[in-house]
């Protein structure tokens, strides 16, 4: 396996910002959702927390000497507070592991959304991003990056089929050495790229395609992860799992569960079904 992988579309270090950040996201106003009822079924004590920080890809905002970059340190500072709350609420969710919740706590949720509904940033609420799509819900994030962690080595190389806005995959980024994720709208895949712009998050890249095929040139991967629910998972992403590898998938139409598989062997995979979930459908194709 090359280390090297310079012929990868979209290093998001090498690209420079442009337009002006939206203002700081006010309180949150929850609004219950399919999975946040599920995660109060599905509720624990409080994690433990720990001021632990994910050891890659933590963004770091502008300093006065790239006047282009456009995400202001008291942007991130007025936020602070509500990104807290979230992660905390979503530890009380039942999620635990540290690293995920650092994560959360981390990434500055208001600017995957439009201003419009950036009072919603920080609450458990999935919300419109344009094309019928929708930025997923911080609990249900949380929750398929600690089901794709497991409690076993630090994640090396992971996939997300379904960029979206790009906000999970900057989540993922915190938490996994290396992500790729693949966007089949283009005009997502555009509005991402310019979301993440300002983080310069180095180990995150993005690519335009049909993540049905996975991205068999970074392949294999250690963890892949879906925001979109297909009838059942692509074959082409079952063989790209590395063995030992992890997929967290939802699946089903109307009624769909989140399904978790590991690669036990060369042919050989294993998979659990756990709760219901609500996400928009995986399509085949590009658009
Ligand atoms: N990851 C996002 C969620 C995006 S919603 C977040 O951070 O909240 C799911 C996304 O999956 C949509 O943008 C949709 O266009 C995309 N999608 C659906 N089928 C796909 C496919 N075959 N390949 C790549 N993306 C796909």
């Given at each position: 396996?090359?280390?090297?992988?310079?012929?990868?579309?979209?290093?998001?270090?090498?690209?420079?910002?442009?337009?002006?950040?939206?203002?700081?996201?006010?309180?949150?106003?929850?609004?219950?959702?399919?999975?946040?009822?599920?995660?109060?079924?599905n509720?624990?004590?409080?994690?433990?927390?720990?001021?632990?920080?994910?050891?890659?890809?933590?963004?770091?905002?502008?300093?006065?000497?790239?006047?282009?970059?456009?995400?202001?340190?008291?942007?991130?500072?007025?936020?602070?507070?509500?990104?807290?709350?979230?992660?905390?609420r979503?530890?009380?969710?039942?999620?635990?592991?540290?690293?995920?919740?650092?994560?959360?706590?981390?990434?500055?949720?208001?600017?995957?959304?439009?201003?419009?509904?950036?009072?919603?940033?920080?609450?458990?609420?999935?919300?419109?991003?344009?094309?019928?799509?929708?930025?997923?819900?911080?609990?249900?994030?949380?929750?398929?990056i600690?089901?794709?962690?497991?409690?076993?080595k630090?994640?090396?190389?992971?996939?997300?089929i379904?960029?979206?806005?790009?906000?999970?995959?900057?989540?993922?980024?915190?938490?996994?050495?290396?992500?790729?994720?693949?966007?089949?709208?283009?005009p997502?895949?555009?509005?991402?790229?310019?979301?993440?712009?300002?983080?310069?998050?180095?180990?995150?890249?993005?690519?335009?395609?049909?993540?049905?095929?996975?991205?068999?040139?970074?392949?294999?991967?250690?963890?892949?992860?879906?925001?979109?629910?297909?009838?059942?998972?692509?074959?082409?992403?079952?063989?790209?799992?590395?063995?030992?590898?992890?997929?967290?998938?939802?699946?089903?139409?109307?009624?769909?569960?989140?399904?978790?598989i590991?690669?036990?062997?060369?042919?050989?995979?294993?998979?659990?079904?756990?709760?219901?979930?609500?996400?928009?459908?995986?399509?085949?194709?590009?658009?």
């Open positions: 396996m090359s280390e090297k992988r310079s012929n990868f579309p979209l290093p998001l270090s090498s690209v420079t910002g442009t337009g002006t950040r939206k203002p700081a996201a006010p309180a949150p106003v929850a609004t219950p959702q399919t999975a946040t009822q599920n995660a109060r079924s509720s624990q004590a409080t994690a433990a927390r720990s001021g632990a920080h994910g050891a890659h890809g933590v963004p770091a905002p502008a300093g006065p000497s790239q006047p282009q970059q456009t995400l202001a340190r008291s942007d991130l500072m007025a936020t602070e507070a509500p990104r807290r709350a979230m992660a905390a979503v530890a009380r969710q039942g999620v635990k592991d540290p690293q995920v919740l650092a994560a959360l706590e981390t990434i500055p949720r208001h600017l995957f959304i439009e201003q419009a509904l950036s009072a919603q940033a920080y609450t458990d609420v999935s919300l419109p991003i344009g094309h019928n799509q929708t930025i997923s819900q911080p609990y249900i994030v949380a929750r398929m600690e089901l794709l962690k497991g409690s076993g630090p994640l090396q190389r992971v996939l997300e379904g960029t979206g806005c790009g906000y999970q995959a900057a989540v993922l980024a915190c938490v996994a050495k290396e992500v790729y994720s693949i966007e089949r709208i283009k997502l895949h555009e509005l991402a790229k310019a979301n993440l712009r300002p983080l310069r998050i180095a180990n995150l890249r993005l690519q335009y395609g049909d993540g049905m095929l996975g991205l068999p040139q970074a392949a294999p991967f250690d963890g892949i992860i879906l925001a979109a629910a297909g009838l059942d998972v692509p074959r082409a992403l079952l063989e790209q799992m590395a063995i030992g590898a992890r997929l967290v998938a939802p699946v089903g139409a109307q009624v769909q569960h989140l399904q978790r590991i690669r036990t062997g060369k042919s050989e995979w294993t998979s659990e079904t756990l709760e219901s979930c609500h996400f928009v459908p995986l399509r085949p194709g590009i658009v």
